[in-house]
């Protein structure tokens, strides 16, 4: 079964966890960039979220003549 999420009524509250999670991505993004680290706490471990990803693909422009 799932669980039923249940939203705030409170307008101030409404938009709190949109907000958060874009706050959160912004910080992973912020530590990628300035290569320092973002730490979590994910099941039970402190861990790095900014180095547990793979930088994004690189195209090589010299070979595609």
Do not use: N, Q
């Given at each position: 079964m799932s669980e039923?999420?249940?939203?705030?009524?409170?307008p101030d509250l409404a938009g709190v966890e949109t907000a958060l999670?874009?706050?959160a991505k912004s910080a992973r993004a912020l530590a990628r960039r300035t290569k320092?680290?973002?730490?979590?706490?994910k099941d039970g471990q402190i861990v790095n979220v900014a180095e547990n990803?793979?930088?994004?693909?690189?195209?090589d422009r010299t070979s595609a003549k």
């Open positions: 039923k999420k249940i939203l705030p009524t409170d999670r874009r706050a320092t680290p973002c730490y979590v706490v990803r793979k930088p994004p693909e690189t195209t």
